[in-house]
């Protein structure tokens, strides 16, 4: 079972950056897609980037595409989520999570995913 260890998050200032990494141990990783989630207070988790397999293809939810980026270093066993322009809206914990295949069909959820992380907190002050 793959263990998902999330960092990177903090408070930053509107119109700021913050790059999230999400490092895998115990199970495998380069074979697999690999997604970024988050939960607001009071909101469902909800779905923000996902990478396949190799890096080859990227999704992205419409309220973070142009800002935010998914990429991921097989060797490393790690997947970054670099966070442009932030905004107040973007505060919330980000989950990494994966799903046990190499691909992806959209729409994604949350539902496609096997193995999730125990989140990082994002804040983001106006």
């Known amino acids: 079972q793959v263990q998902l260890v999330e960092s990177g998050g903090g408070l930053v200032q509107a119109g700021g950056s913050l790059r999230l990494s999400c490092k895998a141990s115990?199970?495998?990783?380069?074979?697999?897609?690999m997604g970024w989630f988050r939960q607001a207070p009071g909101k469902e988790r909800e779905f923000v980037a996902a990478?396949?397999?190799?890096?080859?293809?990227?999704y992205y939810a419409d309220s973070v595409k142009g800002r935010f980026t998914i990429s991921r270093d097989n060797a490393k066993m790690t997947v970054y989520l670099q966070m442009n322009s932030l905004k107040p809206e973007d505060t919330a914990v980000y989950y990494c999570?994966?799903?046990?295949?190499?691909?992806?069909?959209?729409?994604?959820?949350?539902?496609?995913?096997?193995?999730w992380g125990q989140g990082t907190q994002v804040s983001v002050s106006s």
């Open positions: 999570a994966q799903r046990n295949r190499p691909h992806f069909v959209s729409p994604i959820g949350a539902t496609d995913f096997d193995s």
């Open positions: 115990g199970g495998t990783f380069s074979n697999y897609g």
């Open positions: 990478i396949n397999w190799s890096g080859g293809s990227t």
